[in-house]
Every structure is written in structure tokens, then in C-alpha cells.
């Protein structure tokens, strides 16, 4: 059984069972939204007598992140009031029936509400998620399994994603259907996690830590903002970039998308070694850099392999993104407020998800789909050469 857990006080019948299960609940998080991302195309087909349908079907994307970002936080100050897993259950429970909604929902605005609605449960897991492993590890064997559930993450977006592409073919609205994976992890939660007693830990953090919040936690949040801005223009533009190519079925929109989890997998499970030699600020720099190389390559692609090489690439530096962001937030702030940062954390990335095609539209329209790709690959490589600037004045 884990020392850390032990010394927490926490009875835990099976801690792998524990750890597999917080790995899976991390699967149906970042990349949630995306799933259905390769059958967007067939959706707006599907409903092309609506007004302005293509903006709108791309809204199934991003809408969920709205409701995730406004919830977050009030979800992560719930954490720290009435519990982890109360918070955890009730999500799991919205993001089963919400998720599956559009397969059984007959509009589109009434698939756009089930999205809505789908928010609350992505918000609710996440958070939770992230904060039971901040409360559960500490040292090592934190800096570890974020990595791992960096590479779960990812791994869930692949299997998802790629799934989601097969079930295109056969009819859109079984993509829907992937988000009953949830089920499993609701019959497992009530068995595998127990609350965190954490008061000792409060009681060690206001011996021997300052209780306040340091300011650099704003940098580590507008840092998963940028992220998340960027790595969304994947799974949101992607698939209509690809439409331009022949020979194109939902199957290899599924591929393409889901190459950017696999890429991103091999990266956060490799982590832990990163993390040992590189301070936070420093494994941005290091992650933006693969970015901004795979965005350019994509811009510039005109071939199908091309654009699978340029989303690999991207992947590789997102794989070091997304642990570093939820461990620097975890080091800035004392445990009594965890909760409410790791929510704010939680704001901070799907924000940059909501709004990336927002801030998008007008590069698109102004220079075209493919060079809003090498747009934001430039951007990415000066947002680099900032935070050198920083590293060189600040540690962290």
C-alpha cells in the first residue's frame, strides 16, 4: 500500500484499484468534448436546413466548455465543503446521461442543450480527479502518477476518438454512445475511493508552509489557457481541413484526431524524468516548441500523412503541457484551498477551449484555414520566447 496514502490516514482496501480508477475517471476529461469532433461534419450535413448549422454544430465542441468553465469553480469550493466523492458521484451520473443524450435527442438545439448540460459532469470529474491526487500523493510519487494520468488523458481521447470515427461510418449518432464508458467508473468509485482525511495535512501545511497563495498561480493559469487555445484548433478544425483532401471518411477524420492523444500519451508518461531536470517555466518553453513546429506543419500540408506528422508532433509537446499545469498550480497553493484552484485551474483550460474558435474565426477568414494554422504555430513560438525571457527572471 502507498506510504502516502498511510500517512494521510486513508483506509484503502485495494490502492491499485484506487489508482485505476482515478486513471479512468481522467479519461473521460480534457479530450470529453472532442469525441464526437469527427462527426461534425455528418452532423451539420444532417441538419444543413438550420440557420448558420456549421457554426453551430462546431458549438457542440466548445458549449460544454462554457458550462465547464463558468462550474469549476463553484466545484471545486464544493470539494472542499462537503467532499470529494459526493461532487465526483453526482458528475458521473450528469456526464452518463447528458453525454449519451445526442444519440436519443431528435434536434439540434436540443443536442446543443444536452451539451450544455454535459458541461456540469466534465467540470465536476475534473476537478475532482486532479484534487484526489494532489490530496492521496505527495513528492514523487505525485510528479509519477500526474504523468500517468497525463498519458490516461491522452489514451482516453485516442480509443474515444478514434471510436467515435468507426461509429461515424455506420451513423453519427452512435458516437454519443461512447460516453456510456462512464458507467464503468460510476459502479467502481463507491468501492475504490474513500474520502481523503486531510486534516492532518492542513494541520502540516500551517506548521511548515506558508498559507498564502503564491502570484505565479496566474501565470499557471493563463499558461493552460494558451494551451488549451491552441491545442483545440485540432479536434475543432481539423476534421473540415480534411475535408479538403480526397478520399476522406470519418474513419481518418477518427485517425487523425486521435493521433494527437497517442502522441500526447508517450510524452506525459515520460514526465516524471522531465520534471526531475527542468523546472516548471522551462517545461513550458520545452512543450510549446513541438507546437509551434507541428501547427506550421500542419498549415502547410497537402497530403494526409503530412497532416497525421504535424499532429504527432503537436501532441509530443501537449504531453508535457497538461501534467506541468495541474502540478505547478498544486505547488503554488496551500491544501485548504486545493479545491478551489485546482476548480480555477479547471476554468482557466476549458475557457481556452471555449473560446479558441472564437479567436480563431477571424485568422480563418482572413488568411484561410491552413494558415491559421501556421498562425497560431508562430504565435506558439513567441509565447516560447516569452516565458525564456521569464525563466531568465523568476524560478519556478
Known amino acids: 500500500m502507498d506510504n502516502n496514502l498511510l500517512e494521510k490516514g486513508i483506509r484503502v482496501k485495494n490502492t491499485k484499484m484506487l489508482e485505476l480508477t482515478l486513471l479512468l475517471a481522467s479519461m473521460l476529461t480534457i479530450l470529453a468534448n472532442a469525441i464526437i469532433a469527427p462527426s461534425l461534419p455528418l452532423i451539420s450535413n444532417a441538419f444543413k436546413d438550420v440557420k448558420n448549422v456549421e457554426i453551430l454544430t462546431k458549438m457542440m465542441l466548445t458549449l460544454p466548455a462554457l458550462t465547464i468553465a463558468i462550474i469549476a469553480p463553484l466545484a471545486g469550493k464544493l470539494l ?21 443524450s445526442g444519440y436519443w435527442l431528435g434536434g439540434l438545439y436540443a443536442i446543443l442543450a444536452g451539451r450544455i448540460v454535459f458541461g456540469l459532469g466534465v467540470a465536476g470529474i475534473m476537478t475532482v480527479s486532479t484534487t484526489l491526487i494532489g490530496d492521496y500523493f505527495t513528492g514523487s510519487k505525485r510528479e509519477h502518477f500526474m504523468g500517468l494520468q497525463g498519458a490516461f488523458v491522452a489514451l482516453g481521447g485516442l480509443v474515444f476518438i478514434t471510436s ?11 458516437t454519443f454512445l461512447v460516453y456510456g464508458f462512464s458507467a464503468l467508473i460510476l459502479i467502481l468509485s463507491p468501492f475504490t475511493l474513500h474520502e481523503p482525511n486531510i486534516s492532518r495535512e492542513k494541520s502540516a501545511s500551517a506548521s511548515h508552509e506558508s498559507l498564502k497563495v503564491s502570484p505565479y498561480v496566474w501565470l499557471a493559469l493563463l499558461s493552460a489557457f494558451i494551451t488549451t487555445v491552441s491545442f483545440y484548433l485540432i479536434p475543432v478544425q481539423l476534421p473540415f481541413f480534411l475535408q479538403k483532401l480526397e478520399g476522406i471518411n470519418g474513419n481518418k477524420v477518427g485517425l487523425a484526431v486521435g493521433c494527437l492523444p497517442f502522441a500526447q500519451a508517450i510524452a506525459s508518461f515520460f514526465y516524471k524524468r522531465v520534471k526531475m531536470k527542468l523546472n516548471y517555466i522551462a517545461i513550458y518553453i520545452l512543450g510549446f516548441i513541438p507546437m509551434a513546429i507541428g501547427f506550421s506543419v500542419i498549415g502547410f500540408s497537402e497530403t494526409y500523412w503530412q497532416v497525421i506528422t504535424g499532429v504527432l508532433i503537436s501532441g509530443l509537446g501537449l504531453g508535457l503541457l497538461i501534467p506541468n499545469g495541474n502540478l505547478w498550480v498544486m505547488s503554488l497553493v496551500p491544501v485548504h484551498v486545493r479545491g478551489k ?6 476554468t482557466a483550460t476549458f475557457l481556452g477551449m471555449f473560446f479558441s474558435p472564437i479567436i480563431i474565426q477571424p485568422v480563418q477568414q482572413w488568411v484561410g484555414l491552413n494558415y491559421s494554422f501556421i498562425v497560431v504555430g508562430v504565435s506558439l513560438a513567441i509565447v516560447s520566447l516569452i516565458y525564456f525571457v521569464i525563466k531568465t527572471r523568476v524560478h519556478a
Do not use: E, P, Q
Request: aromatic share 8%.
Open 80 to 100: 472542499d465543503k462537503i467532499g470529494r466523492l459526493k461532487v465526483l458521484n453526482i458528475s458521473l451520473l450528469i456526464y452518463l446521461l447528458a453525454g449519451t
Open 341 to 346: 484552484y485546482i476548480g480555477l485551474l479547471t
Open 164 to 174: 467515435a470515427g468507426v461509429l461515424t461510418d455506420i451513423n453519427w449518432r452512435l
